[in-house]
């Protein structure tokens, strides 16, 4: 079978990619990753002796393609570069035979159609039109994958209507990431970063009408076209040309539909909603705040999508300018579940930890902490001028028998009866206790949890693709696509897992293409294309700002609070307890913002036997990254001092802190590419395949 191996040597300022030579025994001709496909045949007489100088002519009434060729000496004949699409027509004459055609040809993306002709004697006005066979069999490629078509899109029961979770029907496609999950596409789709042949998820490349769309961060798809304007897809998995040397995965190949000369139209819209669901076991109706009635059926978390749209295209000017556009919005809102999270009981908010006997939660069973670490010394101070006695250092906060104010007083325990009054609570616990939800059920074990699922995801997608296509003889065929997603996702638990710290992630992403395909006679074409790909992605924008961190019982500046100076930012600082497994803040944003430029040229010519290829590509990707990641800073509490870590927040006494300031990350490279390949066809069954790669790249 045709096997064709590239392997790189890749330095910081160079890049040589050395192809091997590959000799191939099959009937089968190269892979090629071409977003076109290729129509090739042979003509024979009837004795069976090939035809050379035969006219063979191609046709499309759809678009009004026409190209023609002359069979060489061994009576071949092969388009490069062809649109796929419907209804080719190949018809060949010579003077003396009668005229032979094959109508139907559907041609697929990256196939190479064989449509091999036995000229029959006769007059030349004599025709015989053979129709092509509905079901096609592939015979001069080998690659692997399936092309996934328009109609299988709209027939498989598809959830979200991305063409990237079908990418597991190709054959070596593992449909599951294992590693990284990427940037979420349009909103709150995946990347599509998946496993091709055991390779890493982030080794593909996505490429839309020839041009690369992912984006460079976690090197997934950046856009993804609607469902309906996908003309078809397909995984390329090995056995790359020297053309394709970056990447070791796949090759997604997607192709838009482009207009015709008949106007044709499609209107959708897609609805889901909760009222067959479930509800999460551990999710409870919800209290009416006015009546305090319970409201029937309020566990069910909300569940409402609508996505809508349609596409049209058709002739602008008949058989020379076409068009092709297609939108589609999504509106969604999805009832988010908190799951169990444990929270302190009623006593406990009231600073009465005498429950943790039926509760199962930590009991207060520290010492205080200070004379051996200068740092701590605080602490025994603070709490005995909150308390009004004496608290010295490696006294226990409680130990059974200690009841009373005078065992405390004595020195036996910090707090009897394991209560800690309100005069020793911090600022932070009595400002900021109304941010812990109070519980809604307790488990078996009597540990009080919360769990609910009134708050909601909304997500809002609009993206809209424009497709413009010219044919010209003297100029060559055209190409404009435009593509355009803008997507808000609202999570309510965005670095949380209680309701009250939503963050918002708005995206867009938009991509460029123009290409111009020029034939040179009938045994040369050459391919041109420039591409821009543009993504922007803000996670964790906070929905409303909560005010300074000073209206929650901080000191600012004393621990550098306030190192954001933007108001809409601040708010309550990262809290997280550790034996309760419950943490909250306020969202701090980062934001990533790319532009990728791509320069492609690729020259081929049928001359006898070979069909020779030669291109090259320039590159330059901007990769800016500006993160806030801990401007308001986060507070840990592991239970460390009294034994629990409710206790240590109302105390104020957490185990770390840490913050950073704003951070930029920025990136360029600057890549250049050229490589020549060569398929020489020996015999109709002997193929020879070889091609040279070399690349430079400076970042």
């Known amino acids: 079978m045709p096997n064709q191996n590239h ?44 035809a050379p100088g035969a006219k063979v002519v191609l046709r499309n009434a759809d678009t009004g393609l026409l190209r023609e060729a002359v069979t060489n000496a061994s009576g071949n004949y092969e388009f490069l570069a062809v649109p796929v699409g419907e209804n080719y027509v190949v018809e060949v004459s010579v003077e003396g035979f009668k005229k032979t055609a094959q109508s139907g040809i559907k041609l697929l993306v ?32 080998t690659q692997l994958g399936d092309v996934i078509e328009d109609k299988k899109m709209q027939d498989l029961p598809l959830n979200g209507r991305s063409y990237l979770d079908l990418l597991g029907l190709q054959a070596g496609v593992v449909p599951t990431s294992t590693t990284v999950s990427g940037q979420p596409v349009s909103g709150n789709l995946s990347a599509g970063l998946l496993s091709v042949n055991g390779q890493r998820e982030n080794t593909n490349a996505f490429m839309l009408n020839g041009g690369y769309v992912q984006e460079v961060f976690f090197n997934g798809a950046a856009v993804v076209p609607t469902l309906d304007s996908i003309q078809e897809f397909r995984i390329l998995t090995n056995s790359f040309d020297a053309e394709y040397g970056d990447f070791s995965g796949g090759v997604v190949n997607v192709v838009t539909k482009s207009g015709t000369n008949a106007f044709h139209g499609t209107a959708f819209e897609f609805l889901r909603n909760e009222k067959l669901n479930t509800r999460n076991f551990f999710d409870l109706n919800q209290t009416d705040p006015v ?135 911090s600022p932070v616990a009595k400002a900021g206790l109304k941010f812990i939800p109070t519980p809604t059920a307790t488990l078996a074990s009597g540990q009080p949890f919360f769990s609910t699922s009134a708050f909601k995801n909304t997500t809002n997608d609009d993206k809209l693709g424009t497709r413009i296509d010219l044919v010209n003889k003297r100029t060559g065929n055209w190409s404009f696509y435009y593509n355009y997603d803008k997507a808000t996702v609202v999570d309510p638990y965005f670095q949380s897992n209680i309701p009250g710290f939503a963050g918002k992630n708005p995206s867009k992403a938009q991509h460029v293409n123009v290409s111009n395909i020029h034939t040179f006679g009938p045994s040369a074409v050459n391919e041109a294309r420039v591409t821009f790909t543009r993504v922007f992605y803000l996670s964790g924008q906070p929905v409303q700002g909560l005010g300074r961190p000073s209206a929650f019982g901080f000191q600012e500046g004393g621990l550098g609070l306030n190192l954001q100076v933007d108001p809409s930012l601040m708010g309550v600082p990262y809290m997280e307890m550790d034996q309760l497994g419950l943490y909250y803040g306020a969202a701090v944003p980062q934001k990533y913002a790319q532009n990728n430029f791509n320069i492609f040229d690729a020259f081929s010519k049928v001359t006898g036997k070979h069909t020779l290829k030669f291109g090259g590509r320039a590159g330059y990707s901007q990769w800016n990254v500006r993160g806030n990641c801990c401007d308001n800073g986060g507070f840990y509490f592991y239970g460390s001092e009294t034994g629990n870590d409710f206790a240590d927040l109302l105390i104020g006494a957490p185990d770390l802190f840490d913050q950073s300031g704003p951070t930029a990350d920025d990136a360029r490279l600057k890549s250049i590419g050229v490589y020549g390949q060569d398929s020489y066809r020996i015999q109709s069954n002997l193929t020879l395949n070889y091609g040279l790669r070399w690349e430079l790249g400076q970042p």
Request: glycine content about 12%.
């Open 7 to 50: 392997f790189a040597l890749t330095g910081a300022t160079s890049t040589l990619l050395v192809a091997v030579l590959a000799t191939v025994l099959s009937v089968a001709m190269p892979l090629r990753a071409d977003v076109f496909g290729v129509i090739l045949g042979t003509v024979v007489d009837t004795s069976g002796a090939v």
């Open 110 to 141: 990256n196939q190479r159609f064989r449509a091999d002709f036995r000229l029959e004697v006769g007059e030349f006005k004599q025709e015989v039109n053979i129709s092509a066979n509905v079901a096609q069999v592939e015979t001069v490629s």
């Open 291 to 425: 009546t305090g009635q319970e409201i029937p059926g309020s566990a069910i978390g909300v569940f409402r999508r609508n996505q809508f749209g349609g596409a049209v295209g058709g002739p602008i000017l008949k058989n020379r300018l076409f068009f092709f556009f297609d939108y589609q919005g999504m509106r969604e809102s999805r009832g988010a579940t908190t799951g169990v999270v444990s929270v302190p009981s009623l006593l406990e908010r009231q600073g009465d930890f005498s429950d943790v006997g039926t509760t199962g939660y930590a009991a207060l069973t520290g010492v205080v902490r200070g004379d051996n670490n200068p740092s701590d010394r605080a602490m025994p101070t603070v709490l005995s001028q909150a308390l009004g006695y004496p608290v010295v250092s490696g006294e226990p906060y409680w130990v059974a028998g200690c009841n009373t104010l005078a065992d405390a007083q004595a020195g036996m325990c910090v707090f009897p009866n394991q209560v800690i009054p309100q005069a020793a609570w």
